[in-house]
Every structure is written in structure tokens, then in C-alpha cells.
């Protein structure tokens, strides 16, 4: 069964080039992004692993923990690692696992047979604090991700994980955010203490209520 968005993230134990991980205990109280690359020695993948190491401290800022996952040997991911850091100018700086067997593949539905039969496609899975799946997002092996939106996306997350709005489009932090329409008008004064533009009954904004 594929999992889809709410579902509890399956805990899995695997080696990587930081040693044995086990999903869980890795995350422990923070965000994850778990991300899969269809094989090691290829040109898109290698320059996502630069841009990743390259953006890690944007994911601690947030208290996010990434791991990369290519589904060959974690001897592989090391002789790769040399290429990474020469090709893009940045060590490889977070967890690399391997999955000979498919198994973390599988279990995450990384491996979509209409595609390839063997290798992973690119997804992005965000975890939450809680273990459960936030996000999905799945790109072709063609098509490099832009971890920018990764980033875009947490922070979308983990404002409306703590208050009752929702982000509009292209929105990035510290614009003006959207009301929930759960919320009576009542409710949104109560809430929001910069108050609210109603541009349409079901369409009022408020600064970002954490800034
Ligand atoms: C790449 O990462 O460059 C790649 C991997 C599989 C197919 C095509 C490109």
C-alpha cells in the first residue's frame, strides 16, 4: 500500500555512510526530509547531494535532520562522496543510506515499476515531529528537485502546524498569510492580534502571526 499524507512514516534500521541508522531514532523530536536518488556516479543526483550539504543549515535551523537514500552499496555512496565534494565544492555532510534489498524502497513506494523497475524515482518525503508523513513529492530521475521548495514547504508546515492559517501561493516567509476558514471573524480577532484584511468572506489575510 502506498502511503499517503497523515500516515505514520515506517521506522526502518539501514547502513549508511554514517554507519547503521535506525529512522526513529535518528529523527528523534525533529522534522526529517528523506529523500531518494535512483542510483550512485549520476550527474542530476550529484549535484542535489552538493546542493543538500550546501543548504544544511538551513534544515537545522528548522530543526529538520535530512537523509539521502540511493539503493546501491554504502561502498559505493563513499568512492561517490570523493566525486561529490570535488564536483561541487561541499563535503557530503548528512547520512547517505544504501538499500540493495529494496527494502526502504518498497516500503515507501520509492520504486514505480511504469518508470523503472529497479531504481528509485526522486521523492521527498517530510516527516513530522510526530512520525507522521507531511509531505510527498515525486520527480522524475530526468528532473532535478529544487530544495529550495523543500525548505519553502517546511516552513509553510510548521507555521500552520502551530497556528490556524494556511499559506497562499508562492508564499514565503514572512508574508501575509490566510485565515483558516474554520475561524468565525469573532474567532480571527480573538486570534490574530494584527487583526485581518477580509477581501472576500472566505479570503482574509493576516501578517505571519509569529514574526
Ligand atoms: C541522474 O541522477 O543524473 C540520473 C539518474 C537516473 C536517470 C537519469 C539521470
Known sequence: MALRLGDTAPDFTAQSTEGEISLYQYLGDSWGVLFSHPKDFTPVCTTELGRVAKLLPEFTKRNVKVLGLSVDSVDDHHRWKGDIEETQGTALNFPLLEDPSRKISTLYDM??????????????????????????????????????????????????????VATPV????????????????????????????????????????NK
Open 111 to 164: 520504486i514505480h515499476p511504469n518508470a523503472n523497475d529497479t531504481l528509485t524515482v526522486r521523492s521527498v518525503f517530510i516527516i513530522g515531529p510526530d512520525k507522521k508523513i507531511k509531505l510527498i513529492i515525486t520527480y522524475p530521475a530526468s528532473t532535478g528537485r529544487n530544495f529550495d521548495e523543500v525548505l519553502r514547504v517546511i516552513d509553510s508546515l510548521q507555521l500552520t502546524a502551530n497556528y490556524q
Open 170 to 209: 508562492d508564499w514565503k516567509d514572512g508574508q501575509d498569510v490566510i485565515v483558516v476558514p474554520a475561524l468565525s471573524d469573532e474567532q480571527a480577532k480573538a486570534k490574530f492580534p494584527k487583526g485581518f484584511k477580509a477581501i472576500k468572506p472566505y479570503l482574509r489575510v493576516t501578517p505571519q502571526p
